[in-house]
């Protein structure tokens, strides 16, 4: 069970929650707005509180990968300059723009105060945690396109550069190269 339950997997599983959730809650939190339905209203800002949160978590897993993921293809010697830039790429990305969907909890949690105090002025904040929600997505889908090169070569800028993937342990392999899946 060691080889299937690590830290990089459990990242790698765990940050498609908050992408994948605000994107579903853009659904009821726009489709609230436009019914002016307050409690369809209060479940998306919630779901929004959420998965916005759960981005922490995902931070959390993410260092641990990264020592995890680059000890291991060191001890392979498998580790090169270009998956190292990758890695630090990705964790400089999510660094910088984990701000953005830290600012869409903010604005969701502060929209939702609106929703239940002030009715009348729930819609404006609606909309407004609308766009940040949109900020936050785009910044999520740019920290995991630089995530998805790590592992991936061929998401990486020279695909033509990329040797093909062959079977490491086939009978006769004399290959060495970089493995791309542990």
Do not use: Y
Not at 47 to 55: E, K, P, T
């Amino acid at each position: 069970m060691e080889t299937l339950i690590t830290s990089e997997r459990i990242h790698t599983a765990l940050n498609h929650i908050p992408l994948i959730g605000l994107m579903i809650s853009l659904v009821p939190l726009v489709t609230g707005l436009i019914l002016r339905d307050r409690r369809m209203l209060i479940t998306a800002l919630a779901m929004c509180i959420f998965c916005s949160g759960f981005v922490l978590v995902v931070m959390m897993t993410g260092d641990a990968a990264k020592g995890h993921f680059l000890g291991r293809l060191s001890e392979l010697n498998l580790v090169d300059s270009s998956t190292r830039e990758f890695v630090e790429a990705h964790e400089k990305r999510a660094d910088l723009f984990g701000n953005f969907v830290f600012g869409e909890m903010i604005a969701a949690m502060a929209a939702l105060a609106v929703v239940l105090t002030k009715p009348k002025r729930q819609f404006f904040a609606g909309w407004i945690v609308v766009l940040t929600t949109l900020a936050a997505l785009a910044a999520l889908i740019w920290v995991a396109d630089s995530g998805g090169k790590i592992r991936h070569p061929e998401f990486r800028p020279s695909v033509s550069s990329v040797e093909p993937i062959t079977d490491l342990h086939a009978p006769g392999s004399t290959r060495r190269g970089r493995l791309t899946v542990l």
